[in-house]
């Protein structure tokens, strides 16, 4: 059962055994790459359950923060896939207009899939790197052209919203960057093939590469990129948060349940464990209602923080489960090894271990 310090709204909770039960019912398949993930989109979007705290929209960004996190305690790829496609509700919900008012309403019911291609762009703020997409204008819009390394949710009716640099700005003098909310549909976007990954194989994952896309104005959600990023950033790091600790709660969970014999020497491992957890827990809260009661962002430094933390207990559960496991928990198709092949994905998630710590070193 899900519980959660987060104050959830009445109805969110009252989903949360639900959620657990609907995506626990289905992980095998999704871990064996029997399914794909986009069918959890739809579940979750036909109840009202995928757009929670996004501007303009019903309920709060803590709402949201618990679905994530009871959807990871059973299928991280699924948690994953939601979040990405969250991202997407949100990049929409703050930044776009009247015209994408349709594609919104698709990306709320789950009916048309979202897939965030950020990471350069936040990589970029940091310092660690440049754009890899860029923008030409042309007569009413702007040529595209370049890859985008890595992005999830990859199917032919997404929407992937992705950031450009500008070459030979109409303006000289007011260097910018783009951020586009692209259809993949579109002709010259080539989605190359899913390569066989550890875990998360079902999130139709790969690379992108775009040559000549021609996009209208329209479809530039911004020109102000720094901006941009600033607003999105506390939904996208919590929501990254909440699928580390549902992880990480559904490992330290089930080596608390195998407490017995000579793996009870591991107890104190495990009381030291829960009570990480339960700091993380309370920090995530408090971030999750500062977010939802503020009209500015929040301390970059604590998401960041918090999201490296929660990343490293998730490593940290699933090595206890595993070790407490024994021969049982080396079984591929083990909840046990599956949990352990997740966490494996999260240090290399944008952004990355390295990424994190070398942003909290800069501003410490």
Known sequence: MTTLSTATAPHVASNLDEVEDWFGARVAEIDADRAPTRGGLGWLGERGLLDLGAPGLPGSLADMVAIVRAVARQDLASAFSVWAHRAVIEYLARWGGERDAGTLDALRRGARPGSTAMASAFQQAAGLGELTVTATPIDGGWRLDGQVRWASNLY?????????????????????????????????????????????????????????????????????????????????????????????????????????????????????????????????????????????????????????????????????????????????????????REAAFLPVQSPTEAQLRWELSRSA
Not at 194 to 220: F, M, N, W
Request: net charge negative.
């Open 156 to 340: 032919p009716d997404t929407v992937v919203v992705l950031p450009a640099a500008t070459t030979g700005s109409r303006d000289p003098d007011d260097g910018h960057d783009l951020v586009v909310a692209l259809p993949l549909d579109r002709e010259g976007v080539e989605v190359r093939d899913e390569p066989p990954l550890l875990a998360l194989q079902a999130t139709r994952s790969s690379s992108i590469r775009l040559e000549g896309i021609e996009v209208t104005g329209d479809e530039v959600l911004t020109e102000r990129i720094d901006p941009f990023l600033a607003s999105v950033r506390p939904a996208f790091l919590l929501l990254q948060s909440a699928f580390c600790l549902g992880l990480a709660e559904a490992a330290a969970a089930s080596a608390r349940d195998r407490l017995d014999g000579a793996a009870a020497v591991f107890a104190e491992d495990a009381d030291s464990l829960e009570g990480r957890l339960r700091t993380s827990d309370a920090r995530l809260a408090a971030l999750a209602a500062e977010a939802d009661a503020s009209t500015t962002a929040c301390d970059a430094g604590e998401l960041l923080a918090l999201r490296l933390e929660v990343a490293g207990l998730a490593g940290e559960a699933t090595t206890l489960e595993t070790t407490v496991a024994g021969g049982a928990g080396y079984l591929r198709t083990s909840p046990t090894a599956r949990r352990l």
